[in-house]
């Protein structure tokens, strides 16, 4: 039912976007948040489902297929948007966009956040799957197995060699692209 769910909300950002497009080609702004706020909001909604489902104790080469196949998915569904503020601040500082733009975007991107977590919260409190049986009474897990520190220094070392790396990689055909970048992800998350 999870997976279900999230390809749904995949399809129907999808069509949002297709139909953003369409309809508001002309207007330049308005486009750019609406395409920047769909875009996070499938990011988050789906990061939100996945967050949960782990609390089920997948199996690890479960959860390591399911990182790997949504962000090839999220990479080939939402080219053209950053979902995120330190991706949006980057070409912002290299001047590949205007301040204006680039906090237009971080806007959106905190919009759509906060969208989808009272979304994903009022489908939690339907109860369609098993994962979501109490999922709001429990509040939010922590999932770490270390100590803050500890945490902080690998979320630290990992960003940058994440960073590092698809900095190296933006000359590669998109195609692929993605899918090293996925790989990339899958094995930060192995590791950390």
Do not use: D
Not at 92 to 113: C, D, H, N, P, R
Not at 168 to 175: D, H
């Amino acid at each position: 039912t999870s997976l279900l769910m999230m390809a749904g909300i995949m399809v129907a950002v999808g069509l949002c976007r297709r139909l953003t497009r369409r309809r508001l080609r002309y207007r330049r702004r308005l486009c750019t948040f609406l395409l920047e706020m769909f875009s996070t909001f499938q990011i988050c909604a789906c990061t939100n489902e996945l967050s949960l489902l782990s609390s089920v104790e997948l199996k690890q080469h479960i959860a390591l297929t399911f990182t790997y196949g949504f962000t090839v998915l999220h990479g080939l569904t939402l080219t053209g948007c950053t979902c995120n503020p330190c991706g949006t601040l980057q070409p912002m500082w290299e001047g590949g966009i205007s301040v204006k733009m680039g906090g237009l975007k971080i806007a959106a991107q905190f919009v759509a956040a906060a969208l989808a977590r009272a979304f994903m919260h009022f489908i939690w409190s339907l109860e369609m799957a098993e994962p979501h049986f109490g999922a709001l009474s429990k509040g939010c897990s922590n999932p770490m197995q270390t100590t803050e520190m500890q945490a902080f220094c690998i979320e630290l070392l990992f960003s940058v060699v994440f960073q590092l790396t698809v900095l190296r990689v933006e000359s590669v055909n998109p195609k692929y692209k993605v899918h090293l970048t996925a790989l990339l992800s899958t094995m930060l998350v192995y590791a950390g």
